[in-house]
């Protein structure tokens, strides 16, 4: 496991997260982090993966927001998704970049990652972020509201 580097090939032509071909998971702790690394590994996963503490990816993957950050509407769910990571950094979770190499399978990452803690993962294709995992909801306030009821609250 490698440290967590952003560079231009994970952001969108507008500067915003989205490595395309990865899936960036979260957990509660560098432990379960670590845990899920060695789970994927044990689990024949070719791809790369990087560890990148809850200070990185505030520093890094949420600051690509910058002034995308704008109130205009928007085709695609980036800056909803980074502000998703954000709400979870805030609270010390951890993250795991997955690159996916041609045989590795969602299905058998989450597989791997979901035991060990994962409380959420999205997977970046070409035109969609998949959400591997569901999030529970929370009583916490939460800086976007995703989902099919967004529009009644």
């Known amino acids: 496991m490698k440290p967590f580097v952003l560079d231009s090939s994970m952001t969108n032509m507008g500067g915003i997260f989205y490595p395309t071909g990865q899936v960036f998971a979260l957990f509660p702790d560098e432990d379960c982090t670590r845990q899920a690394a060695l789970a994927l590994q044990a ?3 070719q791809g790369d993966i990087a560890y990148a503490s809850p200070e990185v990816i505030l520093q890094e993957i949420v600051h690509t ?3 995308a950050d704008a109130p ?3 085709v695609g769910a980036e800056g909803d998704m980074v502000r998703r990571i954000a709400d979870l950094a805030g609270t010390g979770h951890h993250g ?3 690159a996916m190499a ?3 399978e969602a299905d058998s990452v989450v597989s791997a990652i979901a035991p060990e803690g994962a409380v ?3 997977y970046y294709r ?3 972020i998949e959400d591997l995992i569901s999030q529970p909801s929370s009583t916490g306030p939460q800086s976007v509201v995703v989902g ?3 529009a009644e609250g």
């Open 102 to 104: 041609d045989k590795d």
């Open 43 to 45: 689990a024949s996963h």
């Open 65 to 67: 927001l910058g002034t």
């Open 96 to 98: 795991l970049l997955i």
């Open 120 to 122: 959420t993962a999205f």
């Open 72 to 74: 205009l509407p928007s």
């Open 148 to 150: 099919t009821h967004a």
């Open 126 to 128: 070409t035109f969609i």
